[in-house]
């Protein structure tokens, strides 16, 4: 099982960043995907899930807004499109995937991908 998560660097607050997670090794399209992140010194926190079909989202309420997540079952990839970036978004953000919403929003993954750092200078 691979999880593969790109797309972060440094961006200036007010910017987007653009983070995909490729997978493979599992049945993507029968698993709810997400994104959960840890910021320096804190534990970790859900940020965003959709479910295995893509009709179903759910958001932390810092993101509600800004962030969108989406999926692609025919490319086995999750992408999560944040913009109006705050310092406070700054973090590693993990790929997560699991059997429903209400375990990623626990901050619970069946399986994890390595993180991608993103870094939000103001």
């Known amino acids: 099982v691979q999880l593969q998560a790109s797309g972060g660097g440094l961006v200036q607050a007010g910017g987007s960043l653009r983070l995909s997670c490729t997978t493979s090794?599992?049945?993507?399209?029968?698993?709810?995907m997400g994104w959960i992140r840890q910021a320096p010194g804190k534990e970790r926190e859900f940020v965003a899930a959709?479910?295995?079909?893509?009709?179903?989202?759910a958001y932390a309420d810092s993101v509600k807004g800004r962030f969108t997540i989406s999926r692609d079952n025919a490319k086995n990839t999750v992408v999560l499109q944040m913009n109006s970036l705050k310092p406070e978004d700054t973090a590693v953000y993990y790929c997560?995937?699991?059997?429903?919403?209400?375990?990623?929003?626990?901050?619970?993954?069946?399986?994890w991908g390595q993180g991608t750092q993103v870094t939000v200078s103001s």
């Open positions: 090794g599992f049945t993507f399209s029968a698993y709810v």
């Open positions: 997560v995937a699991d059997g429903d919403i209400q375990s990623i929003e626990l901050v619970s993954g069946k399986y």
């Open positions: 959709v479910s295995w079909s893509g009709s179903s989202t």
